[in-house]
């Protein structure tokens, strides 16, 4: 009986410990790597088995395997929690604390708040109007609205958490207030940038971790989990798009289909790109003492870009994937030194490349060609297919050249990639 009982306890540990990994932001593979390396500084054999919607443990004892389940859904992104879990299991193996003290530490971890709802919000603000800067604005009354807009959508975004927990009701409501401000900002001729200032405050709620991690997961072989994640992202997505078209149409105001970026100097577009990532370091609940950290390499990655683009001639696609190329390279290492989750590291490095004007312009394209139906003008029909089909290039440009130098390192030196002790 005590066999069993300590069996038990093994795998209630194991399965908190996976369970926080998962659920806020660590790849699948380091959720493997972790708790294995805990299973055994415990004595077991383990197996986990990964879902959308839930988490299996299983350990092996006397009395033959024991399962536990529990829901669980990859959907959130707290980097406090992973690097906080990860230092409780390297403490576990060092022999520094007893499963008891580690159990309890892992139910404080739970508890423990996210970013408080003022960092949320000023960095939210400042956020968006970084990524305004970048793409061409150039005006304080239009950078003053973004901030404004995005701040009082991150106050929405917490208030919904509060009382709601769909997954898509935060995003939705985000984006429309984003777009009612924005068809306000029109009617009363506040700024010359409409697209940027309902735009802006939309882009900081694409949800890069789950791409980043639905694609690691499908590279690796595990379709079923990797499809999930996707598939959760793309619907968050198309919910900015309907909440920012409808608060948009409530006003009489469309998103103009066809637009081109002013080009800005090199040192506002760096010091954007910076501020752009220290904002999603802070949605991410980072640590303070890290933020400087992907903050410096988001720079560099931004200035790469920049210059290939601006003096080098190369399409957005092509300085994207060098620009991403340059941050996995750096980011895969120092995730595993830092011990943060790969895919909100990364995100957060290169959040100023996404590119959510092109899918929001297409997607007011798209609403725009319904009416007409097949009178549409030719000219709206090709705006349409090359904003997507450039919004879908530059994503699968940052999501290579994230994910291949992960996979590459992760080849060449184990230990770093995360690859060591890693079972599906």
């Known amino acids: 009986m005590e066999s069993v009982d300590a069996q038990g306890r093994s795998s209630r540990l194991l399965l908190e410990c996976a369970e926080l990994l998962f659920s806020n932001g660590e790849t699948t593979e380091r959720t493997h790597e972790a708790t294995s390396r805990m299973a055994r500084a415990l004595g077991v054999e383990v197996r986990l088995f990964l879902r959308w919607d839930e988490l299996s443990v299983g350990t092996e004892g006397r009395a033959g395997w024991h399962y536990e389940t529990i829901a669980a859904r990859p959907a959130g992104v707290d980097m406090a929690k992973v690097t906080a879990t990860v230092n409780l299991v390297d403490k576990l193996c060092d022999g520094l604390l007893l499963p008891i003290q580690v159990l309890a530490a892992l139910e404080a971890i739970r508890r423990s708040p996210p970013a408080s709802i003022t960092r949320f919000a000023i960095m939210a603000a400042a956020g968006a109007a970084a990524l305004g800067v970048i793409f ?11 901030a404004l807009s995005a701040g009082a959508g991150a106050c929405v975004r917490r208030g919904l958490a509060s009382v709601s927990h769909n997954l898509f009701v935060q995003p939705f409501c985000a984006s429309l207030l984003a777009g009612v ?75 103009p289909v066809s637009g081109s970026s002013s080009a800005v100097p090199l040192g506002y577009d760096v010091i954007a790109a ?71 590291f990364a995100f957060a490095s290169v959040v100023s490349l996404i590119p959510g004007i092109f899918v929001f312009r297409m997607a007011s394209g798209a609403v725009q060609l319904v009416a007409p139906g097949t009178n549409a003008s030719p000219e709206l029909l090709l705006a349409t297919i090359t904003d997507g089909t450039t919004a879908a290039l530059i994503m699968l440009a940052m999501a290579f050249g994230l994910i291949f130098p992960k996979l590459l390192i992760g080849r060449l030196y184990p230990r770093i990639g995360g690859t060591r002790d890693a079972k599906s």
């Open 136 to 146: 061409g604005a150039a005006h304080a009354s239009s950078l003053l609205l973004i």
């Open 181 to 255: 401000i924005g068809a306000i900002v029109v009617h009363l001729q506040l700024s010359s940038s409409l697209r940027l200032v309902a735009v802006c405050p939309c882009m900081v709620l694409v949800p890069g971790p789950h791409l980043l991690n639905g694609a690691l997961d499908l590279v690796r072989g595990r379709i079923g989990l990797g499809i999930s994640r996707i598939a959760y992202a793309c619907l968050i997505i198309v919910m900015i798009c309907a909440g920012l078209l409808f608060g948009l149409s409530a006003g009489g105001v469309a998103l």
């Open 274 to 344: 910076g501020i752009a990532v220290a904002a999603y370091g802070s949605f991410f609940n980072m640590p303070w003492s890290t933020l400087p950290i992907p903050t410096a390499v988001g720079m560099l990655a931004h200035a790469a870009r920049w210059t290939v683009i601006t003096l080098g001639g190369a399409s957005a696609e092509q300085g994207a994937l060098i620009a991403c190329l340059i941050a996995g390279i750096i980011i895969t290492p120092l995730a595993d030194r830092l011990k943060l989750p790969f895919a909100a």
